[in-house]
């Protein structure tokens, strides 16, 4: 397992891709109120985005945009595809419109959103078939807590939520201010994996669960592994380094049934009896981290992801 290649179907990642944390960047020229009620704003892809009137019927292709909508105040007419239990149980009647990888322009069409809210960079590409359906699209992405407060600034400015919005962004605020009085002396040595059946890589810094490591108290180990040329937010997984840096918690993270995902990985390793050296095994302390929270954007609820986060760090000194 000394170096384990990493090749995996891009509707795994995208949750993750989709991925310290102070208030978000502040960018006043962000949006502008025309005299004549128009509204004007610059997503992230650097779009400057028109609307004539605030924007009712709304799209979302993942399910961290569809809850940040739910936690202003709004509703969506088109909801992402999945087959993962929905934690806001009104949308389930919400026709699905499809996922950053793959849109149903046909079911675009039929709900007629005003805005999509899609992923930079993968839905670029997109927006002039959007644009033909007479939609507009804003694109965003998470690879941080902050990016995620970022991400509710502008919808609350794109929606007409802006004081919801403020008072989503302070509670994150205010939570990552409680966990940063109660951090362990020592950092704790953390490895964060994401992986599918015989396919394992590492999670670096600049990922949304390796940045919701770091501002919870942990060390990831593979914050310094080369990047992957097609994701890189993800390294391959190097057995010499780890257990160089031995460390003494591996978190799990996966789509679909991770329990089965998990038990691969187990297998793997018990193939290598170096990793039996390793704190975190001696300890059996490899935890599963729930999907919702970390296997994706989970919007607003990144306050219950640092908290888990927290929790497990504390409990692995």
Known sequence: MKNIHCVL?????????????????????NSQQASSG?????DFAGRKVTFSKVPTKVAALSNGEMDIVYALGGELVGRPTSTAPLSNKEVAKIEQVGTPHGMD??????????????????????VPAIESLGSKMILTDANSVAEIQKQIGLFGEVLGKKPRADEQILAIDKKIGELQKNLPEQKIRALLVYGAPGTYMAALGNSLSGDILSVAGGENIAADYPSLDKYPQYAQLNTEKIMKSNPQVIFFMGHGDTDKVKEGFLKEMQQNAAWNSLDAVKNNRIEVLPSDLFGSNPGTRVIESLELMHKLLLSSK
């Open 9 to 29: 179907l891009s509707t795994l990642l995208i949750g993750l891709l989709s991925g310290c944390a102070a208030s978000p960047p502040q960018s006043p020229d």
């Open 38 to 42: 128009s509204l004007s704003v610059t």
């Open 105 to 126: 322009l046909e079911k675009v069409a039929l709900v007629q959103p005003d805005v999509i809210l899609g992923n930079n960079p993968l839905n670029l590409k997109d």
